[in-house]
């Protein structure tokens, strides 16, 4: 054994199992007679921002990333090895543990955005190999029949393409590797981590949305369990009920679950229990977080401006107080305050509600659709940059909707998805 080590880097892909980033850090560490450093960088380029005023990081998604971090650190002490957590930026950090131990490679997820890429970037300028690795998408981007920069612009044309006979199927799900022996690297941990340590789940979620690789395999189990797959296309829409919808944005978010596993075990499911219309539609909404995926990585900054990726003008101002009425559940439209008390609660709402208050600040406050997308970046627990900033520029006609946005009638929209007004009286009351 050489004193080389392999970093493992570990961004957004908390877990061991159907991590192709490990198994490539795991050969390239036994090849090289190295040995491998799993290190997780705390986010410092998000702990610290703030964009529009607003923290880049709120507590739902700092809680479930804090447990996830320790579900991936006590997993692998279970397995004999360590996770090294530093707060810095990955190209500082790797530099001082190059100090220490011979840097030989850097093993990465693919970068997602505009952030990630310009570490990998300053990564390599400093000298250090890396290799980049699709970690958490269903396909890599050699399967895509496009080339990935040439994304079909709407996610028909593109889930077309993936579907089409003989249809794209994701890889099977790898296994944990064999890890080899791990080098240590210690620093003490940030304030801010420590503060974080005892955050307790909202009693307001219905949900017992636990960060971690084990917690999400408990849920998904439970979820199949039930049989409530056999019913998701009719119930997905609905604002509450804890088997509506699978709930498993948060566990995908953080890369606790692989999408390739959900999508087998839903095809193992079918063969167990029965396929019907609700048992692919899961896969359909897979597919909707694939093509986000991508999209953010095709789209690139212009993702983020206010004309999106699609340069459209578009209106809508920051005016302070309507943004603060939206964002405390005070706009006098109950359906939208009752959903914007529950994001806040609970740091989740449902896919029928997001679009609901999305269409509110844009079309009716008339405000910069952008405040929205930081907002729900600050407070969603399954905070993930693809699906909240394609969804939102999507919504707002400047993304990916070849009808140019939509405009929910929210009146009517109340009336059909809560008829009872059980979810406005539940939110409404604290
Ligand atoms: P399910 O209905 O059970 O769907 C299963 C999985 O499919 C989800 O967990 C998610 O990974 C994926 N999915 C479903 N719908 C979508 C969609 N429209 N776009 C992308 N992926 C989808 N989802 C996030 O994971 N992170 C976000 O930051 C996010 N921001 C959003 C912002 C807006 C304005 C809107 C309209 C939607 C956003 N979504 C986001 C997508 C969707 O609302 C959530 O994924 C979903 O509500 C989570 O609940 P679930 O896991 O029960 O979903």
Redesign the pocket.
Known sequence: MTDEVVVWLVRDTLRLSDNPALVVACEQAKKRGAALLPLVCLEPRRWAAQQFGLPRIGPHWARFRVESVRNLKTELEARAGTLCLVAGAPDCVISDINLKHRVGLVVTDLPLSTEERSENEKLKSKGFSVIEVVCDELYTAEQLPFEPNELPASFSKFRKMVEKKPALLPRVPLSIPELPAMARYEQPLPAQWLDLQDIKLPEACEVETVGGASHAQAHWGNYLEAEALSH?KET?NALQGAL???????W??HGCLS?RQ?WADSLQYEAQVGANASTYW?RF??L??E??RWYARATDWTLFRRSGPENRPILGDQQATRFANWREGQTGCDIVDAAMRELSATG????RA??L??SHLIYEFNLDWRL??AW??AQ?V???????W???A??AGVGADPRGGRIFNLEDQAARYDSEGAYRAKWLAI
Not at 348 to 351: D, V
Not at 382 to 388: A, K, L, Q, T, W
């Open positions: 998701y997905r509506n919808s699978s709930h498993l944005s948060a995908l978010a999408p959900v899961l909404e897979l909707w977080r093509y986000f989740w709402i449902s896919n997001r679009q208050v999305a929205g997308a729900f970046e969603l399954d905070y993930d940059v693809g699906s909240n394609g969804n939102w999507y919504i």
